[in-house]
């Protein structure tokens, strides 16, 4: 069964970091690419980040270029976000991913980050 847990959110100032991580579990986590998606409030599921499964290709959104890192641990079966100069529009749910429009069994329970002064 695949499991992802997310961990790392939070209330931050604006121009503020985070890192949220993600534990991956119930598959082969080094074969398989990995999203990060986010949903705001009263808004649908957006793509944020993507890295396949070596680590070796990366995209982002162009909402989050220049100021979101994706990464992961394959050794550890762990998904990272570097996220910096947050803005209050990153406001949202946070959510580790198999797809980039995950249904519920393909993604985390999510780590809600509040970007606000």
């Known amino acids: 069964e695949v499991r992802l847990v997310e961990s790392g959110g939070g209330l931050v100032q604006p121009g503020g970091s985070l890192r949220l991580s993600c534990a991956a579990s119930?598959?082969?986590?080094?074969?398989?690419?990995m999203y990060w998606v986010r949903q705001a409030p009263g808004k649908g599921v957006e793509w944020v980040a993507r890295?396949?499964?070596?680590?070796?290709?990366?995209s982002y959104a162009d909402f989050v270029k220049g100021r979101f890192a994706i990464s992961r641990d394959n050794a550890k079966n762990m998904l990272y976000l570097q996220m910096n100069s947050l803005k209050p529009e990153d406001t949202a749910v946070y959510y580790c991913?198999?797809?980039?429009?995950?249904?519920?069994?393909?993604r985390g329970q999510g780590t809600q980050v509040t970007v606000s002064s």
């Open positions: 991913a198999l797809r980039a429009t995950p249904n519920s069994s393909q």
């Open positions: 119930g598959f082969n986590f080094d074969v398989d690419e």
């Open positions: 890295m396949n499964a070596k680590g070796s290709a990366k």
